[in-house]
């Protein structure tokens, strides 16, 4: 007997927030291990910087390997129980108090031990707390894909989720600085309020999440549990072009991102001498970010999301580019520099927001040349590439440092070291877009009459399910 497929109405406001809501929720935890979690553990804790180094590569081992996990469990699990509630959404009600947990432990419980037992609830709390956001995470990104039916509706969600994630970023910010101002960085208050303040607030907003979202286009599958595989990404991997260039994307993208942001500020003490024109550079070239999220989602109803994503990354890079080629020519004042470096990374950086809806498209392409729809082993591989992107980024910008022979205690730099910085912190980045660009331009091999035959795919397996049968 086939199943029920449904397919709800037009995409609403409240769809849109609710979907904004995801990332805003997961991103008031996560958004503290990268700002303030290394403080935490050296200034607070005492933890040794090497013991410090081991831990941070199993913690990254354990990210790399527990998106893919998650993604093909829930595949399997779904194939396997099809749950009334949806595939998605019961992954993240269970995710969301746990998520707030642990965090809440991660942040409290190691204040109040020593020697090997702080080490050990340390170590435990942050594997157990990624392997919460991971639960949560994969299946709020795979979530897109049904909710949106076009292009146009995956552009409008991807907006949505670049929002909730700007604000999820930016509130632990915000908070984690004044705390630690007003009690110090050596006292346990500050890092306590800001852990617990931001996983309650992440709680209920990952609850507005669950709540506000639907799974509006939700084909029940035939596919057999057994016949899901931990290994079948390697048959995506092949046959699926589509998500090969998203991967490529996102090594490179995350590359740029993370170097940039882990090298710019050594630039500006560097060689500008002044590290607040880099706030400075950030705040004028803010608008262009804002504005370009609000206006592509209307863009894409005409150019569509694929074009509008090479089109900004291809503007980006030549705004990179054309930035370095004025630092071999001249000096370049430290505004132009920040503003001009901005609104070329922030323009590469449209893709980064809008990539979701091509992660739902290669989910529905998959599901046209091989049979299955595995969104989570698609969208948790994914999430890989980024990981290997921003361990990239990270190192190699900590590694440049010293090919560029850079001096922290130097009161002026080298001409070779600070024409040094110039490389590292405009050209690669550029080459890193160029990169992104290179990949949705000669991998990506979604077409229109592709696109055509994958709609039409998908309507006659609605009909099939909508159809009347017998007993």
């Not at 600070?418 to 949705?440: E, N, Q």
Request: hydrophobic content about 50%; proline content about 4%; charged content about 15%.
């Amino acid at each position: 007997m086939a199943k029920n497929t449904k397919t709800p109405g037009s995409l609403t406001k409240k769809h849109w927030f609710g979907y904004m809501f995801g990332d805003f929720g997961g991103c008031m935890t996560f958004a503290l291990m990268t700002s303030t979690f290394s403080l935490y553990c050296t200034k607070l804790l005492g933890i040794n910087s090497t013991i410090m180094g081991i831990l941070t590569v199993i913690w990254t081992i354990w990210d790399a390997v527990n998106d893919p996990m998650m993604g093909a469990l829930m595949d399997k699990a779904f194939a396997k129980n099809q749950n009334k509630r949806g595939k998605f959404r019961p992954w993240i009600l269970r995710a969301t108090p746990l998520l707030a947990i642990t965090a809440i432990a991660l942040w409290t419980v190691p204040t109040f031990l020593e020697g090997i037992p702080l080490l050990v609830a340390l170590f435990s709390f942050k594997i157990l707390y990624e392997a919460s956001y991971t639960m949560f995470n994969i299946p709020m990104g795979s979530l897109l894909s049904a909710m949106s039916k076009n292009d146009a509706e995956r552009a409008s969600l991807s907006s949505a989720r670049g929002v909730g994630s700007m604000f999820g970023n930016m509130i632990p910010g915000m908070i984690g600085p004044v705390l630690l101002g007003m009690f110090g960085s050596d006292k346990s208050t500050p890092y306590m309020i800001t852990g617990v303040a931001c996983a309650l607030v992440g709680f209920v907003v990952c609850l507005l999440h669950y709540a506000l979202t639907e799974e509006r286009v939700v084909v029940n599958e035939q596919t057999n549990a057994d016949e899901i595989k931990f290994t079948d990404i390697l048959d995506v991997v092949k046959k699926n072009r589509a998500f090969v260039a998203l991967c490529i994307h996102g090594v490179c993208i995350c590359t740029m991102q993370y170097l940039s942001e882990n090298i710019s500020l050594f630039m500006f003490d560097a060689v500008y001498h002044d590290p607040t024109y880099k706030t400075i550079g950030q705040v004028l070239s803010a608008p262009f970010m804002v504005g370009s999220m609000a206006i592509v989602p209307f863009l894409c109803k005409k150019l569509g999301l694929e074009k509008i994503i090479r089109y900004t990354l291809l503007a980006g890079g030549a705004i990179c580019v054309g930035l370095f080629g004025l630092h071999v020519v001249m000096d370049v004042h430290p505004l132009v520099h920040g503003v001009v470096l901005g609104i070329g990374t922030g323009m590469a950086m449209v893709s980064i927001q809008m990539q979701w809806g091509l992660v739902g498209e290669a989910i529905d392409y998959n599901d046209y040349v091989t049979g299955k729809r595995t969104e989570g082993s698609i969208y948790g591989t994914f999430n890989l590439s980024r990981r290997i992107g921003q361990a990239i980024g990270l190192g190699f910008s900590f590694f440049a440092l010293d090919w560029i022979k850079y001096d922290p205690d130097a009161l002026v730099q080298t001409d070779g070291t600070i024409f040094g910085f110039k490389v590292i912190c405009v050209l690669i980045p550029a080459l890193c877009i160029v990169g992104s660009w290179a990949a949705f331009k000669f991998v990506w091999n979604i077409t229109p009459e592709i696109r055509a035959k994958m709609a039409e795919r998908k309507a006659t397996a609605v009909a099939a399910t909508e159809a009347p049968t017998e007993e």
